[in-house]
């Protein structure tokens, strides 16, 4: 298999990993909501039981740098639990530990023998849990922190769930945290069998084996994906290519937006709003894709500054969003987005949406190329009834059209000059006329001349020497070649077509 198409599938596995998962906690909410929710008890060996739970998460440690640490007095110790419960119980502990601990830091987990009860818990070194926070994490669609290190999304439904299953093994569970030193969450479980009731269903030959968990690791990478895992292409790399900037927090879309886009695209990357920003105004890339609901600065935001900074408002913005209402996409539109797609989306129809606004930009500026020097009611007028320019597009051509006017003799004018008067620096001037105009600085001042020219001669009254000094070419040998690389036909061929027009 194509290692590109495997790449994809291993992102297709892990997100309906996930999925699952989070769907058959939905699931056994609605169990104990119904009090459908079996307890099926056994006598296992606590400490093989976690250990084994541990492994899964041993490559998740490595990779991360944190120590994973075990603790126990005893080698074996019996429980009564319901294995398979139990294991949704410390497998969520351990998935929030891992989601909020950074790199270099340790988690422990620890068994503790407490002669009537046993102690099991789940010891981090993260960012910790505020007092307001504390009274609440357990209940259902609570978030434990408003943000975690690796900028993932909860549900909000994990402690909620733990709480729900200690309880249904009239167990305890309590969390001791500080801010910015970490947490501990601690369960302690009843030993024996006694304090359980007659709905309680016991497995008297048990294997003591945990539930196969071979995937855990592949589930959880998702949610550790650091920025190093997903590179952009190098900016020497491939820059022939129109540039693409992917602004999108959910590393693994951003990831599968990438590979739609890397063929036909320079891709640069951004995890939130704010860095998204910074890159638009730094790449000034030829086309912006952005997620909506973002952390720092969601998609309306940024694209709101896109589109009123001078330096940026001529790039396409195509906003993506799981809002399929409406007035979301018209909030959307409203602030000057190109379009407005809504998830899940065809990856084809994405890619051609977003080809499609390139064309049209093309056409756009061959229009408005083909307009340079027409009346203005004219012009506008031949450039809506194909596509619009933004305000401020249009009044950066309006004020370097006006430059061109007042220097159109002026034949010292260099582009230094234009890139004073508009007030940018070099590199926005040239990006930005190249992306309105199809043409480079220089490239235009010889266009806006030699246009100029055909319309003097077409007036009648100038002989061709004082049309080349009118339109600050000093030199009428070589303004007669601009005139033919532009017309094709020499100035005298162009008044003798006129004339015979006449």
């Known amino acids: 298999m194509p290692d590109e198409a495997r790449e994809q599938l291993v992102i297709v596995e892990r997100n309906t990993e996930r999925m699952l998962r989070l769907v058959n906690q939905i699931l056994d909410f609605r169990k104990i909501q119904n ?46 639990v319901d294995a398979d419960k139990l294991e949704k119980i410390v497998f969520n502990l351990l998935s929030n530990a891992f989601k909020y601990t950074p790199q270099g830091k340790m988690i422990t987990v620890f068994i503790h023998d407490n002669e009537e009860t046993v102690f099991i818990g789940v010891q981090d070194q993260g960012i910790g849990i505020s007092e307001a926070k504390k009274h609440s994490i357990f209940d259902r669609f ?36 500080k801010l910015g030193e970490g947490s501990c969450f601690k369960v302690e479980f009843r030993k024996g069998k006694e304090h359980y009731d007659e709905s309680v269903d016991f497995i008297l030959a048990d294997s003591g084996e945990p539930m196969p968990m071979e ?98 408002s001529h790039i396409p913005v195509v906003l993506l969003t799981a809002k399929s209402a409406i007035e979301s996409k018209l909030e959307g539109m ?28 093309r056409k756009l500026r061959e229009l408005y190329r083909a307009t340079l020097l027409e009346e203005p009611v004219q012009a506008e007028e031949a450039i809506s009834d194909q596509a619009e320019m933004s305000p401020y597009d249009k009044k950066f051509m309006d004020k370097l059209l006006e430059v061109m006017e007042r ?41 806006m001349r030699i246009k100029r020219a055909a319309q003097l001669i077409e007036t009648g009254e100038f002989n061709m020497t004082q049309i080349a000094y009118m339109v600050g070419i000093n030199d009428p040998r070589y303004f007669s070649k601009c005139f033919k690389q532009k017309y094709a036909m020499t100035p005298t061929e162009y008044k003798e077509k006129i004339a015979r027009g006449n």
């Open 35 to 80: 009090k459908k929710m079996k307890m099926k008890v056994q006598q296992i060996d606590v400490v093989i039981f976690i250990r084994r739970i541990m492994n899964n998460f041993e490559s998740l440690a490595q990779d991360h740098h944190i120590d994973f640490v075990f603790q126990s007095e005893q080698s074996s110790l019996k429980l009564w």
């Open 142 to 177: 609570e978030n434990l922190m408003d943000k975690n290190v690796f900028n993932q999304s909860s549900t909000g439904i994990g402690l909620s769930l733990v709480k729900e299953l200690v309880e249904m093994h009239h167990a305890l569970i309590e969390v001791d945290s």
């Open 215 to 312: 995937k855990v690791t592949e589930a959880i990478l998702p949610l550790m994906a650091s920025e190093d895992d997903l590179q952009p292409v190098p900016d020497n790399e491939e820059t022939a290519k129109e540039t693409l900037l992917l602004i999108e927090d959910n590393t693994e879309l951003r990831f599968f937006l990438r590979t739609i886009f890397s063929s036909s695209f320079r891709v640069i990357e951004a995890s939130n709003g704010v860095e998204g920003l910074n890159k638009a105004l730094k790449h000034l890339p030829d086309m912006i894709t952005s997620d909506v609901m973002m952390p720092e600065k969601d998609g309306i935001e940024v694209t709101r500054e896109i589109k009123t900074h001078i330096t940026t």
């Open 334 to 361: 409203d602030i000057g987005a190109d379009d407005y797609i809504t998830k899940p989306f065809s990856a084809t129809y994405l890619k051609a949406r977003v080809e499609n606004l390139l064309v049209q930009r």
């Open 407 to 447: 220097n159109m003799d002026n034949g010292e004018l260099v582009v230094d000059d234009l890139v004073q008067e508009l007030a940018v620096s070099r590199s926005v001037f040239f990006k930005k006329l190249k992306m309105l105009t199809g043409l480079a600085p220089i490239e235009f001042i010889k266009e």
